[in-house]
């Protein structure tokens, strides 16, 4: 069992002990290197004794009673990353190349599984994807703790570097009922979604709310994202677009970047890195045919009819400036440019002549997950086959060597067979192992997690609510006010009755007082305020892409012309069998029931109430129908009722300083009849790219 004084003890020697360890250096290339001089680091370790060398403290990792070069922290990552590689098995860098997850603690003391032991120990993974904070943070730090500790028991003592998807982002579900976070379930401080960055589009205070993210997740021992995603989004019906930073290409690269270096802790990839950054997905999957996403196997193609490819790896291009330490590749199959129609992952004039020999990458490449690996991989899986498009009648051995030959590294969701399966084939040779191996040691390295892997694990939960309030500052910075007739806002001065329609009810007692006070009667109310959500799109297995409007049927997709069935098209369809709708009902009905709900205010409110209509917007949403009756409108990527209340009130001297970081159609017809790979393209729309208004001054 780790004991977490064991570990604050190994601190106090260093610190006490080693004050004197170091020398000015010219030209030096550790990543422990300060101002041209070595410093020593923290030196922590539960299970393997320590070596003195020239008044420095070093792990003796591989337990031989020496200082071997990968455990010299004083050189070159590239020289101990050389050593290190002679010193493994074939089955160990085999481990490297597999990225899986399902690990989680399975309690709330960090208990860990023989499942996640069975990784470390027999498969000989070190790239582990956690899937629950379930248990609390102090849980998740003591189970990465307990992990860290049994892979130093192994052979060679290489460290664990635990995954995470993005999980900061939180907003409403489809109905509005409460609150939700799309990706992962590990639970760290909840922000704005992406999406909601780009809306602020602050560059230094991005940055800047980015290291107190990357300390969140460092608190739980998590060193590796898959993110930030810089995919930028033409195709506004796209279900993943509250993940993106909003659809100008300019703005979207420099807040790509800054949020890099804010991770990384480094604005030039130098030096030591606190996340490991991954940018996604090569080169970009903003343009995802008819709305749909290539996840999908309805849906395998990044489309370009409005010729605008060059655009969307502009943002890439500025995203790789910040020099991240991995890279993701796009399921997609790339419609443009005389790329091969397979999957990006497949394509060497996508990942060889463009990604390495055009931009000059040469970081870790991890593949999206189910990209190469086949069928389901553990208990833990929903997997449903391979996304490798194009590449379809390829064996397991085969499309690992394809993927390995087009610079790829790291399998997601892989397991050992896979790389196994290539070398017995024939398809590859054992020594190729050794650059994608290098390129995965070269991430642990440049974390510093040989030197200490180990996290506080009686703290993760002080740190984490100690930037509680920097990142609900960041949900209410991000909010939008498109319509403020009559100066309806704030209310702090106003006086009357209020009816609120929130996911907190009690929220808006703090904000009543003797001129303000509450009504449970919509048509007694001075005040409505109202919070609905957009509609939510969706990520796979859908032959359509999900209407931006609350009330649209979503209809099948017409690949053959580039356009979604009209609305009889689709009755002859369901008449002789077909399939209908491919969206679930759920989704229909809460879409609606948000209609519904907008509609009933409007209707039982008393002719001179005012109506204050808040949408949560994880895409653009068609709001024309209802704009005229609406007295204030506000958008939110991501938000609690506290803070959106502030913000309406206007206390603290609040006032709304972002912008709308997409346009907002006028009608699915408009949507329909735009390009996906264009910009706020659409003919008609409510409020343009960039609208924002701000209470007088």
Not at 308 to 326: E, Q, R
Not at 400 to 418: E, F, K, R
Request: glycine letters at 8%.
């Amino acid at each position: 069992m780790l004991k977490t004084n064991e570990i604050v003890l190994s601190m106090f020697i260093i610190i006490n002990s080693f004050l004197a360890c170091g020398d000015s250096v010219d030209n030096c290339q550790s990543i422990y290197c300060v101002n041209g001089r070595i410093v020593q680091p923290d030196i922590i370790t539960i299970n393997r004794d320590i070596i003195i060398v020239d008044n420095c403290q070093f792990k003796d990792s591989n337990v031989n009673g020496s200082l071997d070069a990968y455990e010299d922290w004083r050189l070159s990552t590239a020289d101990r990353v050389q050593d290190l590689l002679q010193q493994m098995s074939i089955q160990e860098k085999i481990g490297l190349l597999c990225a899986n997850y399902g690990y989680a603690p399975t309690d709330n003391i960090g208990t860990v599984s023989l499942n996640a032991k069975n990784a470390i120990n027999n498969k000989k993974m070190r790239f582990l994807k956690l899937t629950s904070g379930a248990y609390g943070y102090n849980a998740q730090a003591k189970f990465s703790n307990e992990m860290q500790a049994f892979a130093e028991t192994q052979s060679l003592s290489i460290p664990l570097v635990f995954i995470s998807n993005p999980s900061t982002g939180m907003g409403l579900t489809p109905d509005a009922a409460s609150y939700v976070r799309k990706n992962e379930y590990l639970m760290v401080n909840a922000y704005p979604y992406a999406i909601g960055f780009g809306a602020i589009d602050d560059e230094e205070y991005i940055k800047e709310i980015s290291t107190h993210i990357a300390c969140d997740y460092m608190a739980t021992g998590v060193r590796m994202l898959l993110g930030p995603m810089c995919d930028i989004p033409g195709e506004p019906r796209w279900g993943r677009f509250y993940d993106t930073f909003g659809t100008n290409p300019d703005r979207c690269g420099s807040i790509t970047r800054s949020m890099i270096q804010g991770l990384q802790g480094s604005d030039d990839g130098s030096g030591k890195i606190n996340i490991a950054c991954t940018v996604k997905h090569f080169p970009g999957s903003g343009s995802c045919e008819g709305g749909m996403d290539s996840h999908s196997q309805n849906s395998q193609y990044s489309v370009f009819p409005g010729d605008n490819f060059t655009n969307h790896l502009s943002v890439m291009k500025k995203a790789l400036s910040a020099n991240p330490l991995c890279l993701m590749p796009c399921y997609s199959i790339f419609e443009t440019n005389g790329f091969e129609p397979v999957s990006s992952h497949y394509s060497k004039s996508i990942m060889i002549d463009l990604l390495q020999n055009q931009l000059d990458f040469g970081g870790m490449i991890t593949s999206d997950w189910s990209a190469v690996a086949r069928g389901d991989i553990n208990s833990y899986t929903h997997d449903r086959g391979t996304r490798a498009w194009g590449m379809e009648d390829y064996t397991e051995g085969e499309l690992t060597a394809a993927y390995l030959h087009c610079g790829g590294d790291q399998i997601g969701m892989g397991m050992p067979s896979n790389w196994e399966t290539a070398i017995t084939g024939g398809h590859i040779s054992e020594d190729e192992l050794d650059e994608p191996a290098s390129k995965c040691l070269d991430v642990i390295f440049r974390l510093g997690l040989f030197e200490n892997p180990y996290v506080d694990e009686t703290a993760a939960d002080s740190t984490i609510a100690s930037n509680a309030n920097i990142a609900s500052k960041a949900m209410q910075k991000a909010l939008v006010l498109l319509k403020n007739s009559d100066s309806t806002l704030p209310l702090s001065q106003k006086s009357g009755t209020i009816y609120y329609d929130g996911v907190e009810d009690t929220a808006v007692r703090d904000f009543t007082s003797e001129k303000l006070t509450l009504t449970a009667d919509i048509s007694l109310a001075d005040y409505i305020i109202l919070r609905i959500s957009g509609r939510h799109g969706t990520y796979e297995g859908l032959e359509g892409g999900v209407p931006l409007s609350f009330n649209a049927d979503v209809f099948q997709y017409n690949h053959a012309e580039n356009r979604h069935y009209t609305a009889s098209e689709h009755a002859s369809d369901i008449a002789s069998g077909g399939t209908g709708f491919l969206v679930s009902d759920a989704n229909q009905a809460a879409a609606k029931e948000q209609a519904e709900k907008l509609l009933s205010a409007i209707a039982l409110k008393k002719k001179e109430a005012i109506l204050i209509v808040c949408v949560f917007a994880p895409r653009p949403f068609i709001i024309k129908p209802y704009l005229e009756d609406i007295d204030a409108l506000i958008v939110d990527f991501g938000c609690y009722d506290s803070p959106l209340l502030s913000a309406l009130f206007g206390t603290d001297s609040f006032n709304f300083t972002s912008r709308l970081p997409f346009s907002i159609p006028a009608s699915d017809e408009d949507v329909e009849n735009a390009f996906e790979d264009l910009f706020n393209d659409e003919e008609n729309q409510s409020f343009r790219f960039g609208a924002g208004l701000k209470y007088q001054d």
